[in-house]
């Protein structure tokens, strides 16, 4: 046995902790490498589901991190590994701190400091050309500003870990959910959007329904959002429009009268709670355990009953502005369970859509600025679109 060997069994023998009682100490005279003790718990609660988008392929899960340990722990740098060991993304200082969250403790001076204790939650979006087959699984090598364990015989700084094997499920390809050109996909893939970033913790679990939701608004022909006062929703270019299924299936849950909001009033038409966020709303089950939620709808729009069955393409209700919603918008999101919340949620898939363009951002909607198309319309196929791209679908 080594000197060093040696001293971590020792340190073993003497901590409280019973993991290693009466067992032998196998790596101490194995070639595998050092035992990683840094305290830090790495998991992955939801596999990445690989999505192309303007011919890039995305991978986005989360990693979750818990300093399971009584001192504070500061990271210093993460990467992805393939399983070739290639590093496929890596995040440290400005980086790391973007992709970093840290649930219940707002307001730190720096996320990347891990108090004992606590946790965060990293952000990843592996971005790679949509070529070839994604990589079967990643894991994660995580940097830590030095330090030493208890029961490790010297400083240490690494750990790898959070395997997971990348999702072989391809969503299904959807047909258009409106009709006509100038949607913009607001809060569409990206790796900072609001719905990304909407880690929402009921029914005993912290998901993300809204991983790649997309809220559709529209410009029209004068570049604008709305025209006149913006407090009446008839003044805003998508409220009305004719909602379609983008895949047949079987409503499974149906509300409606929730009254709409004025889009510029800072309180809502009524009381925002988890059971009426999602406004006028349907969820479909459009098999495979997979559900479509429509939300924001008109009140009084709802042309399908609960328990229908729906073909794809058919209209099911009207754009809207109920429940939290801003201004009027169609909240759409795929999900493998029936809850709008309690799912995890899976990429918006389009057989095809037209390429307008992209807004540079929502704020020249909001000023008065507009936008208009200056390129040739591209055709898209089996993608999501990006975050602010302007899609245009059939007209009929
Ligand atoms: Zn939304």
């Known amino acids: 046995m080594s000197a060093r060997a040696a001293i971590l069994v020792a340190a073993i023998l003497a901590s409280p902790l019973p993991a290693f009682a009466g067992s032998s100490v196998p790596a101490a005279e194995s070639s595998a490498a050092p035992l990683q003790a840094i305290p830090v718990d790495l998991r992955v609660p939801f596999a990445p589901v690989p999505v192309a988008a303007e011919g890039r392929r995305h991978l986005v899960y989360e990693l979750h991190l818990t300093n399971m340990a009584a001192a504070p722990l500061e990271l210093e740098r993460l990467e992805v590994l393939d399983p070739s060991g290639a590093v496929v993304a890596a995040y440290e200082g400005e980086a790391l701190k973007g ?14 400091a891990i108090g004992g204790g606590l946790s965060a939650v990293a952000f990843i979006d592996v971005i790679a050309p949509a070529t070839g087959a994604p990589p079967a699984a990643l894991t994660h090598r995580l940097m830590f500003r030095p330090v030493t364990p208890a029961n490790a015989p010297s400083a240490q700084s690494r750990v790898d870990g959070g395997r997971v094997v990348v999702s072989r499920e ?8 409106l009709r006509g050109g100038g949607w913009v996909a607001s809060h569409a893939l990206s790796n900072d959007s609001v719905h990304r970033r909407s880690l929402i913790t009921v029914e005993g679990a912290a998901r993300i329904s809204q991983r ?3 809220d559709w608004t529209r410009i029209g022909p004068d570049g ?3 025209r006149g006062d913006p407090a009446d929703n008839a003044h805003w ?9 983008v895949a047949g299936g079987v409503v499974v849950e149906r509300a409606d009268g929730v009254p709409e909001n004025d889009p510029t009033a800072d309180a809502k038409a009524v009381p925002i709670t988890v059971d009426n966020a999602t406004g006028d709303h349907l969820v479909i089950d459009i098999g495979g355990g997979l559900y479509v939620t429509y939300a924001h709808l008109r009140p009084g729009s ?21 429940g939290k919603s801003d201004a009027p918008h169609l909240h ?22 037209g390429l307008q363009g992209h807004l540079p951002s929502l704020k020249v909607l909001a ?11 591209q055709e898209r196929r089996g993608e999501t679109p990006v975050l602010n791209a302007v899609a245009a679908f059939p007209e009929r």
Do not use: C, H, M, Y
């Open 224 to 226: 604008q959002v709305f």
């Open 212 to 214: 790649f939701a997309i």
């Open 99 to 112: 992709v970093l969250a840290r649930p219940g403790t707002p307001g730190l001076p720096d996320v990347r």
């Open 302 to 322: 709802l042309r399908v009953a609960l328990g229908q069955k729906v073909r794809r393409g058919q209209v099911i209700a009207a754009l809207g502005n109920s």
């Open 237 to 245: 270019t998508p409220w009305n429009a004719q909602v379609l299924a």
């Open 367 to 377: 000023d008065g600025t507009g936008w208009r198309a200056s390129e040739p319309v």
């Open 170 to 177: 391809r969503p299904p390809l959807l047909g258009p959910p």
């Open 332 to 353: 759409l999101q795929l999900t493998d369970g029936p809850a709008p919340l309690a799912s995890e949620g899976l990429p918006l898939v389009f057989e095809r859509f």
